[in-house]
């Protein structure tokens, strides 16, 4: 009886393997595997591990330890009867005295053991991947036929944990490729051989106008135009032929929307084969979406350089200079209006500044950490006049790819300048007063209006008055206007204020035009400075202070390094008695200064059109004019050469970026060029970087 129960228990043992374990996977089959298998082989304990060999930790899968489970079990094998199993990847068998073998395992002792068995399990490249191990309380024997079947428990749990790794691979690899598919810009579109979608991505959903849902088992060929349908099914049978596994879509394709509209698309198609059906997948981009992204880079760049013209404003004097009577008056109402919403106009002559006062306005309210937003009316073509101020929708017209603020939405907050408000389009004043009366803006092509909080300042040069009168302005956008009128004076009436003006345009022409040098304004320069009539006005000093900083070589600034701009209907001096006062060469030098060196500056009245202003860049006559004799000769020709000097200087600079030059001269582009062409000067081009 004894011999066939012997026979019969590896039998035994398998059964119960095989049933404890058939229905389980996973976790819960490391749970039944070592519960079965302590209960076959009549142990205390069972455990199943996985081994961590770069801590020699080994942490177990599933525990059965005196009848239940024990969870989260992890040791270092070292001093344990384990690490001999792991170490020497081979079974190992101790019947009895398993605590005097290792004493320095504590655990043995809380489970009062005295016997161990444990058999390590391998991974595909022969390195152990954990190891299965029974405890008992009582001595134990592992004959060959109980031996093998322990190792084929052990087998057992390689094959499930093998199984279970490979599982997380797969799911690992498929969620990384279902989160590159998904987050991609590029739609993509996964197809059967005959272009039936089997799957597409949100990009793609978002470009058809349907879900992604929707397009599954949608045909391809019927979101494509006949033509673009035909195209893509040549370019796949040539994929077929020249057994090619992807290609480009010459010219892309023009697919149809949802809505019925259509786009076009650069595409790329590719093939695969799975489950041994042939499967196609395809990459669209909208060339649509690309032309706007590049539109918006093109725009966002002419911001960026808005705002660093705006920094250059602000470094370049951001206070009003002057302390005579008439300036005071204007600081003082600037601070009486500026705490207030009221709406503001600031009249005066060209170049008095009124861009200057208007920033004060807006530095001194409560809406100084908002935009500040200038407007210059008169350069904006009538045609974009509506799309500039008011913005636009996407497709209001042709062209608009892309929705847009306007610039008195863009301004949200803040203070829109209006300057040269008297040149505004009688249909954009009608518009404008629209706005002053209900905060509110419609873009062109919107349904709806978008509420804007902004502050308006104005400026304008001429009589708005007249205007009216004349029906040139809007009567009831001016009185809109005019709730408070802000009025500058022309310098001629605060010559006071010339001296401290005149400190200030030299301190930065000498940090830009003079290398860093140090000059001072002499006294008979300041006297003649202050006779003179200045009809350009504030704007007219400083470029007469650009020119004397390029003349000067000593650091001195005297009366012959004046040159005066000549206006018609304004003399170069006041009186003729004072241009006798002045020395000889400077007397010559401003009755001889002709039309071409002239600046645009209004005359002392307002005027129905403003004059063009004066370029910073003090600009010499073109060496053909040089025709005249004397003092006027020698220092027209210095200031030629010097003009020659410092175009080629900027040029180098940059590279021959004539752009770049320009804009660090302060001149344009254009004018650049006409002084190249008239210096016989080659134009260059930009550098290239070398490969």
């Not at 005295?97 to 504590?106: A, G, Q, S, T, V």
């Not at 860093?516 to 320069?525: D, E, I, K, N, Y």
């Not at 009809?535 to 070589?553: F, M, Q, T, Y």
């Amino acid at each position: 009886m004894r011999s066939a129960a012997v026979q019969s228990r590896p039998e035994a043992l398998i059964r119960y393997l095989l049933e404890g374990t058939s229905s389980q996977t996973g976790q819960e089959f490391f749970r039944a595997l070592v519960h079965s298998a302590a209960l076959a082989m009549d142990v205390a304990g069972v455990w199943v591990t996985e081994y961590l060999p770069e801590r020699k930790v080994l942490r177990s899968l599933a525990f059965w330890m005196n009848g239940q489970y024990i969870h989260d079990y992890e040791y270092n094998i070292a001093g344990t009867p384990c690490e001999v199993v792991v170490e020497e990847a081979r079974l190992v068998h101790y019947p009895d005295r398993i605590i005097e073998l290792f004493p320095n395992d504590p655990d043995l002792t809380a489970f009062n053991a005295v016997s161990y068995a444990g058999v390590p399990f391998f991974r595909s490249d022969g390195t152990v991947l954990g190891h299965l191990s029974a405890l008992d309380t009582k001595y134990l024997e592992l004959p060959s036929d109980l031996e093998s079947v322990f190792r084929i428990f052990a087998d057992r749990a390689a094959a499930e944990f093998n199984r279970l790794r490979a599982e997380s691979t797969i799911r690992e690899s498929e969620q990384r490729f279902s989160g590159l598919f998904e987050s991609a810009m590029d739609s993509i579109i996964e197809t059967d051989d005959q272009f039936r979608i089997q799957r597409a991505n949100s990009s793609a959903a978002s470009l058809f106008g349907f879900t992604a849902a929707e397009l599954v088992n949608r045909k391809l060929t019927a979101l494509l135009t006949p033509a673009s349908a035909r195209k893509l099914g040549n370019v796949a049978d040539d994929l077929d032929s020249q057994s090619r596994q992807f290609a480009w879509v010459p010219g892309g394709l023009d697919a149809i929307r949802s809505n019925a509209s259509t786009f076009a698309a650069e595409a790329s198609i590719s093939r695969f084969d799975m489950h041994g059906c042939r499967r196609y997948s395809l990459i669209l981009r909208n060339v649509q979406d690309q032309l706007a992204a590049e539109n918006r880079l093109r725009e966002l760049e002419q911001e960026t350089a808005y705002l660093l013209s705006e920094i250059a404003e602000h470094q370049n004097g951001g206070e009003i200079v002057g302390n005579s009577q008439p300036i005071r008056a204007v600081v003082n109402a600037v601070c009486q209006v500026a705490p207030t919403p009221a709406t503001v106009l600031i009249t005066g002559e060209t170049g008095t500044g009124k861009e200057l006062v208007a920033r004060a306005i807006h530095q001194r309210s409560e809406r100084a950490a908002r935009p500040f937003v200038r407007v210059n009316c008169a350069a904006i073509p009538a045609a974009l006049c509506e799309s500039e101020f008011f913005g636009h929708e996407r497709g209001a017209f042709t062209g608009a790819l892309y929705a847009k603020a306007g610039l008195l939405e863009s301004a949200a907050g803040g203070t829109v300048f209006l300057d040269e408000v008297g040149e505004m389009p009688s249909v954009l004043q009608a518009r404008l007063l629209r706005v002053l009366e209900e905060p509110e803006v419609r873009r062109l092509g919107a349904l709806r209006p978008r509420p804007v909080d902004i502050r308006l300042v104005a400026a304008t040069n001429r009589d708005l008055a007249a205007e009216v009168q004349r029906g040139a302005f809007r009567k009831d956008l001016f009185f809109r206007l005019t709730g408070f009128t802000l009025h500058v004076p022309p310098l001629r009436h605060r010559p006071a204020d010339i001296a401290p003006l005149a400190a200030r345009f030299l301190k930065t022409s000498a940090g830009m035009l003079g290398a860093g040098r140090t000059l001072q304004l002499s006294a008979p320069a300041l006297a003649r400075l202050e006779q003179h009539p200045w009809p350009g006005n504030v704007r007219e000093l400083r470029n007469v202070i650009d020119r004397a900083v390029l003349l000067s070589r000593d650091g001195r600034i005297g009366p012959e390094h004046l040159i005066f701009d000549e206006i018609e209907g304004h003399s170069a001096a006041p009186v003729e008695s004072a241009a006798a006062r002045v020395p000889e060469p400077v007397a010559r030098v401003q009755h001889a200064t002709p039309p071409s060196m002239a600046a645009a500056a209004a005359t002392p009245t307002p005027s129905p059109s403003p004059s063009p202003s004066l370029s910073p860049l003090p600009i010499a006559p073109p060496p053909s004019s040089l025709n005249g004799g004397g003092a006027e000769t020698g220092v027209r020709a210095e200031m030629a050469a010097i003009e020659q000097r410092r175009i080629t200087e900027a040029l180098e600079r940059f590279g021959g970026n004539q752009t770049r030059a320009a804009a660090f001269l302060k001149i344009s582009r254009r004018t650049l060029l006409k002084r190249l062409d008239a210096y016989g000067s080659t134009r260059p081009r930009k550098a290239r970087p070398q490969a």
